[in-house]
């Protein structure tokens, strides 16, 4: 039998990465599979058949693996923590989802005199 040699990809200012899970998401794979594994042995010592508690293990490992492998395709290092971020914000105060509300005008001379009154932006009376 062949020894194993798995690497974990770390630059330097770098996530780690293994095997294409990226950051967090390897966090959340390893605490899902702990969760099976004691799911499988509460079943087991409950008396349940042994092939039901591996059908089960199985099925929601498989699972589990799947999601967790395309949140991190799909999102990135950031970006289900951005989106969980987001979700937090209360609705009363989200306006939009970007900055353009904020940007406006750039080209507006506020607050400079140009011969008219700051008090009314620069306009002459």
């Known amino acids: 039998m062949a020894n194993s040699i798995y690497s974990v990809n770390k630059g330097i200012n770098l996530s780690i990465e293994f095997r ?50 395309k949140l991190s395709n799909t999102y990135g290092e950031f970006g289900l923590a951005k989106k969980w971020a987001r979700r937090q914000i209360p609705t009363c105060i989200r306006a939009a989802y970007s900055r353009n509300l904020f940007m406006g005008n750039l080209n507006v001379s506020y607050g400079k005199s140009d011969g008219g009154n700051v008090a009314n932006n620069g306009r002459r009376t």
């Open 20 to 69: 294409g899970l990226k950051a967090q998401y390897i966090w959340y794979l390893a605490a899902g599979m702990l969760a099976i594994m004691i799911l499988f042995a509460i079943m087991y010592v409950c008396g349940l058949n042994t092939y039901i508690c591996l059908a089960v293990a199985g099925g929601s490992g498989a699972g589990l693996t799947a999601k967790v492998y």
